[in-house]
């Protein structure tokens, strides 16, 4: 099982992708994952403009993600 | 009951209906509809995109939370996908007991879900 990061709007323009799973083999802070993961190093210029979810709940980056979790980038919303 | 759809939305009429009992007095009907500009550029369809299984949840907690706030009955559809100008992307119905409550529930929903929606405008043609 892998972590899920889903991408969505402007941030899977910016990754140029709209999922990516990583296998993490403990939990770890976001934060310190962003800036320490190639894959995700296009999102790090971006991460203060966007908001981030783990499993559907809005959390702080620097909330720890385990394997298995769904971890979602946000832009701001336009819906309505 | 899915509250968001890449189908038709349904009518006014039908989600009036929805909400409609003999304890209300007042039925209070939105339909957000996809405007000809968009800063300042013609455009003929916008595409919506959402986070569907967060969005689905975060509009269950936006209705019944306004419901027990307002003591209101609330309906809603937001479509996604890509929506032609002049057709709408949100239908909200509200009924209350007065008119007071009812559209302020109805303008509550509207604030919620630009303010707490995983959804987003996402192609402008």
Known sequence: MAAKFLFFAQSSDWMKLKRLDIILKEPIQLLELINNTNELKPIKEYINCLK???NHSIVNINSTIKDGDEVAFLPPFSGG | MKFITAG???TLEYAAKKVKSDK????VTFSGTIRGTEKEQTI???SYESYNEMAEKELKKIVLEIKKTFNVSIFLKHKIG?????EASLIVASAGVHRRETFLACEKVIDEIKAKVPIWKVKFE
């Open chain 1, 52 to 54: 981030v979810s783990i």
């Open chain 2, 82 to 86: 890509k929506i032609p100008v002049g």
């Open chain 2, 24 to 27: 209300y007095g007042a039925i």
């Open chain 2, 44 to 46: 003929e369809s916008i």
């Open chain 2, 8 to 10: 038709k939305l349904p």
